[in-house]
């Protein structure tokens, strides 16, 4: 399968008004990995003193502790370059457990917003007699015949459950759920933060990571975004671990835009 | 303060009975670790044809992958000499949350059965006005004075806010809140599986490291164990990450001890 | 249909031990109703100084408010004559709403242990093409098939949806599955707290009643009790509204047993 | 105390579009009760053929049933008289329970959005050591001063747990902890649907009713509405059984207005 490389122009702005001085960890970067090259970024962190940068969650790209004391003014461009190979997920297998790595084992266990022993019983039900990528793919038809995008149906402490239930949510929600049941059915899957063009409305998205065939697989469950076309910023056991913005303290949202274009 | 080292004798039986063949997470041996150094270990897993060591979340300590048709009988004996300084907590500092470890982060964060994010108001209302070590024992006493050790009053799915309202539980739950109240106020905590003596019914103990002055201090939140005598198996964000056993499939309990003793 | 007469003796025997003393509402009682004839009845509260006797939920049975100071022991004894007529429910025609009694409207809503409104498109899923008796029996079904009768599942907190996940529990835990799959596809259903023989172990039994063609329809979601040999005590909306005891205060079980025969 | 009449000029309107068909009970006329008289009133369902008329829950207020087949468009006036007497609470005796009548009983218990059995250490520990209106009192004055009034921070399956955390939400939120608050000390509360002058933004209003010294009180947890010049619609256990539309189907909200005036 020949892979072509796609380029991304990425340009991502916050503004945010703080009551007191907070510590804000940021994870707004796109990744330094093999699949996508970072032809050029700038960050402008608005004159603020200082960001002290440590690795992320699972290694993969970097956070920024940034303190602000009343506002946090954010600028962020980078220019990409995508080559990713995007295998059709139906014919890879899962591996037997005991090959996984030893770092994807946290991805086969419940987190905050996957609690995959309670959704276990459904998981094998509806996938549990499919094979490796069959099944992913299986969950991910289920999910987008029965979940409808509704921006605002869901909120911070939505988790998978709630979604199975309520059919509705967000990307984050999708990822969630899809995690859930890929877990619940002894496959790894995390959630990935990215930048990916044809998310509507633009934002930051969420998409799922699959263990399958030996390696990470890349898959949105929203079906809005193109694994090929994504810029990957980190990765996590749910969105606790990803979030754009983990702010302790208070913060108060002013304007923010993410713009991703295909160039 | 004088470091005295204590000796510990474990020995530990499991055996359960599987109906159809499972993948087994097992996680019961001592961990390598300067402050508990292992004088001599066995473990005997009744004949099983393979297993496969690999590292424990946090690389603290390691875990077996097991796969038992049948049946799943295992002894393990360890004797363990801890030399751990146990400093008062009352008295250490709160780190700058800027200067963590890149690998502190993630306790800082919700998961599974810690759900900071529910419990941070009534966490900040509590405790936030202290600082550091002095609120994590004012949490500690809380937790005390609050709770009754009850076996069998909770449950798999048992969460922090269960726990938080129902005032009952185990190691387990205790260990939870804990951790849930003290990342609630910007504290890295963890849980921590372990052996140590004095725990009744004798059992997998359940303690807590938060992240205080530089570095991990272990803490009970049940008070039974004292954290000098205490053999660390390993670490996690919470009882997902520790469990002795993780089975991927289904399994019966026949029997089970754990001895722990004083030499 | 020829209807015959079904002839119980019931022996219930309460022995609670209450640190201070308490209010205790009491619900243990056989309802006088016309398809169950009390043909002799007594209750000792074992000297209990007075008893005050209300009607109980939808005013099916009476409530005996106790006031005990440190034991509460009691005596209940009957013999009852069922003349209950039990069609087939499959051929049952759910009524249009806009023609229910009033009083029938609040077994359509959410309730504590029957949360409809997170269910409901499951529900509607799996049951809403069915017609009404052919829905019940089909959700009666799932239920048979999908769930484990196991003691000591379930706890006092646990709803339908934890049940709905976690595929096991005891009478109580049947009765608000199937009552909040009915009212989920817009069929009145409510929990009966009842005597039956054949409940294993011997214990207060927990039913359902499902509105088809004009009237209440007496069903067992664990499928042990025989509707034509079971005496109903009171009805509601789910557990909350028939416990036995509702202690306000504190109480500790000595000793409990129910025997329910046919003559 | 002098009760002095207060005249509210009432108007409701609502516009829904419905995809199919739908059941819909209703209940926004003003309640017949010997504190609020009915002065004038109409109501316009805009052509809809019938509408079946139905004791509501309590029997206070009347629901009625409504069968639109793709628009439903309501227009309610109403004069008011309200002569309520409202005494300060903080002197009001709480009720032995064995003296509440049978139908104040289910007031006690745990319902969908206020589950006393979770929330009931909690409300022993900071209010049970007050008597009757001073804990009630308390009870408000703790959530006037822990909670903010957010439209939107609230969802439909927001139950008085979750606003116990999230310390946010609306009038049927703050309802439902106040109503948990009080059962959980032993007090029977109920929620109540009204029309109330000073409610920003207009709109249906949640209150809620304490039985103390004999009778119902009405009081509001928010603080908006004064409970001497607000106009009762309907009685319930919680949100639940007091909307002012329940929808066996789906609608879309076109427009709704409420307004309530002083004459």
Wanted: glycine share 10%; net charge negative; proline share 6%.
């Amino acid at each position: 399968m020949p892979v072509t490389s796609q380029r991304l122009n990425i340009v991502t702005t916050l503004d945010y008004a703080l009551p007191v001085p907070a510590q804000v960890l940021m994870q707004i970067g796109v990744a330094r990995l093999p699949d996508q090259r970072i032809l050029g970024e700038t960050l402008d962190i608005g004159g603020l003193p200082v960001a002290i940068h440590v690795a992320a969650h699972g290694g993969v790209g970097e956070r920024a502790w940034l303190t602000p004391d009343s506002a946090l003014q954010v600028r962020y461009e980078a220019q990409i370059d995508i080559t990713r190979e995007t295998l059709p997920l139906a014919n890879l297998f899962a591996d037997a457990l005991t090959v996984l790595p030893a770092d994807a084992i946290e991805y086969l266990l419940p987190s905050r917003y996957c609690p995959v022993d309670t959704l276990h019983a459904a998981s094998m039900e509806m996938f549990g007699n499919l094979a490796g990528g069959a099944a992913v793919e299986a969950a991910c038809d289920w999910i987008g015949s029965h979940l409808s995008y509704v921006p605002g149906a869901s909120h911070g402490g939505t988790t998978a459950i709630d979604t199975f239930h309520s059919r509705e949510g967000v990307c984050r929600d999708y990822a969630h759920l899809l995690v859930t049941l890929v877990r619940g059915i002894g496959i790894p899957a995390r959630v990935v933060s990215a930048y990916a063009p044809g998310v509507n409305p633009p934002d930051f998205h969420a998409l799922v990571q699959v263990w399958l065939a030996g390696g990470w697989r890349l898959v949105d469950a929203t079906g809005m975004a193109d694994p090929a076309q994504t810029a990957i910023i980190g990765i996590g056991r749910d969105a606790a671990d990803i979030s754009f913005l983990t702010i302790f303290g208070s913060a108060f949202l002013n304007e923010q835009a993410v713009s991703v274009e295909l160039a």
